[in-house]
């Protein structure tokens, strides 16, 4: 079993960067590939970013790329979002995922409870 916090969210203002976090419990989750998705009110959850078990290979949105950054550090259970240049239109919560690195929801099965961000213009 793996369990997940996500943290870090809060109020930004549009072209600020936030760093997000997500923690996790669980001896197996050094061999999960993770995703980061967001779900604004009344849309569906998108994914952002991914990055395999060992930290070698990311993916991203076509949206985020060049601006957000996932990484992770095995050794403490954590993966990590930089997010660059924030736009008021990327205000959602965002959640981690663990079992894929790639964007079907479904591949996953352990997730995040999410923080929000909040992106004023």
């Known amino acids: 079993q793996v369990q997940l916090v996500e943290s870090g969210g809060g109020l930004v203002q549009a072209g600020d960067s936030l760093r997000l976090s997500c923690a996790a419990s669980?001896?197996?989750?050094?061999?999960?590939?993770v995703g980061w998705f967001r779900q604004a009110p009344g849309k569906e959850r998108d994914f952002v970013a991914g990055?395999?078990?060992?930290?070698?290979?990311?993916y991203y949105a076509n949206s985020v790329k060049g601006r957000f950054t996932i990484s992770r550090e095995n050794a403490k259970n954590m993966v990590y979002l930089q997010m660059n240049s924030l736009r008021p239109e990327e205000t959602a919560v965002y959640y981690c995922?663990?079992?894929?690195?790639?964007?079907?929801?479904?591949?996953?099965?352990?997730w995040g409870q999410g923080t929000q961000v909040t992106v004023s213009s």
């Open positions: 995922a663990a079992g894929s690195m790639w964007p079907g929801l479904s591949s996953y099965a352990y």
């Open positions: 669980g001896s197996t989750f050094k061999t999960l590939a």
């Open positions: 990055i395999n078990y060992s930290g070698g290979s990311t």
